[in-house]
């Protein structure tokens, strides 16, 4: 059974670092084709698709955001790593991890999402 | 601004059929897979359609997804209570490298 969990704080004040982490089982992200994807989603907002990282260590990144977003991740622990800098009320927002792969391959599944808050 | 276009809300009596379009361009739904999602409040996201048409184990046959040119759908026959909530189409996209989505589409069931 493929699960993913993210973690992270709760709550971050404006200009800091937000670093969540998303620990999962079931699957290898060093298999081919193989990668976990970050997405957010504001309250009352749309899905918005931020960032994955790629089996062979290949990362992408949403031109929006790409200034801001670092992913990483720890295969010997299950853990792929996203850092945002310079966190800004606007960030607020659930934010999910999921399996993924390129262009032909869906986000399935996805975690429970973590609930971020920006504020002083 | 979604990259994706979707109309706000949808909604139909229970047994109705209900149809949730998307609209894209040729660098995304136009040359690419579209897929759909369902997200019920306070839950994960949900896989429903995959590859324009394909469905999941699990996801009942009332469910369709259709793709023509740069616009897909999601139709929703024989509506049910439980259809409440929102849908997202999403695609990659060649010109960003990455995936976007569509603004959602709320679908109540009166």
């Known amino acids: 059974q493929v699960t993913l969990r993210e973690s992270g704080p709760a709550l971050v004040e404006p200009t800091q670092t937000l670093t969540l982490t998303c620990t999962f089982s079931?699957?290898?992200?060093?298999?081919?084709?193989?990668?976990v994807t970050w997405i957010r989603q504001p309250p009352g907002k749309a899905l918005e698709w931020l960032a994955f990282i790629d089996w062979e260590d290949d990362k992408h990144y949403s031109p929006s955001l790409k200034t801001r977003l670092t992913i990483s991740k720890d295969t010997s622990k299950n853990q792929v790593i996203l850092k945002m800098t310079n966190m800004d009320p606007a960030d607020t927002g659930t934010y999910y991890c999921?399996?993924?792969?390129?262009?032909?391959?869906?986000?399935?599944?996805w975690g429970q999402g973590t609930l971020v808050t920006v504020s002083s | 601004q979604s990259v994706l276009t979707q109309s706000p809300s949808a909604s139909g009596t229970p047994g109705q059929r209900v149809t949730i379009s998307c609209s894209g361009s040729s660098s995304n739904i136009g040359n690419n897979y579209v897929y759909w999602y369902q997200h019920l409040p306070g839950a994960a996201p949900r896989l429903l359609i995959y590859k324009n048409i394909q469905r999941p184990s699990g996801v009942p046959d009332r469910l369709s997804g259709s793709k023509s040119g740069t616009s897909a759908s999601l139709a929703i026959s024989g509506l049910r209570s439980e259809d409440e909530a929102d849908y997202y189409c999403?695609?990659?996209?060649?010109?960003?490298?990455?995936?976007?989505f569509g603004g959602g589409t709320k679908v109540t069931v009166l």
């Open positions: 999403a695609s990659w996209d060649d010109n960003v490298s990455g995936w976007v």
């Open positions: 079931g699957f290898s992200i060093t298999t081919s084709g193989m990668c």
């Open positions: 999921a399996r993924s792969g390129y262009s032909s391959s869906p986000f399935d599944p």
